[in-house]
Nanobody, 127 residues
Framework: QVQLVESGGGLVQAGGSLRLSCAAS????????MGWFRQGPGKEREFVAA????????SYADSVKGRFTISRDNLKNTVYLQMNSLKPEDTAVYYC????????????????????WGQGTQVTVSS
């Protein structure tokens, strides 16, 4: 069983920064792509960013491109989301997730292709 635990959320003013972390259990972390998704109030869950199993390929939603950076440390079984220039519309619960396919290198934006999810961490950006 894989467990994902997010941390690093909080309240920040517009223009500020936060770094989210997602610690994963298990010994196969480095074999799977990882993603970040978010769900704002009254909104559906949406893709934010993803990183391939090797860390060599990243993918971002247009709304966060240039502001957010996803990275991973396979020795620490952790994936990160550095969020800069935060906007009130970034307010949401942020979830990390593990892609269901081993060594997958295709489209990482599809939520139902992720099989393990964390409990989420709240990010609130005040104007």
């Amino acid at each position: 069983q894989v467990q994902l635990v997010e941390s690093g959320g909080g309240l920040v003013q517009a223009g500020g920064s936060l770094r989210l972390s997602c610690a994963a259990s298990g010994r196969t972390f480095s074999s799977y792509a990882m993603g970040w998704f978010r769900q704002g109030p009254g909104k559906e869950r949406e893709f934010v960013a993803a990183v391939s199993w090797s860390g060599g390929t990243t993918s971002y939603a247009d709304s966060v491109k240039g502001r957010f950076t996803i990275s991973r440390d396979n020795l620490k079984n952790t994936v990160y989301l550095q969020m800069n220039s935060l906007k009130p519309e970034d307010t949401a619960v942020y979830y990390c997730a593990r892609h269901r396919n081993l060594w997958y290198s295709g489209d990482l934006k599809v939520a139902n292709e992720y099989d393990y999810w964390g409990q989420g961490t709240q990010v609130t950006v005040s104007s």
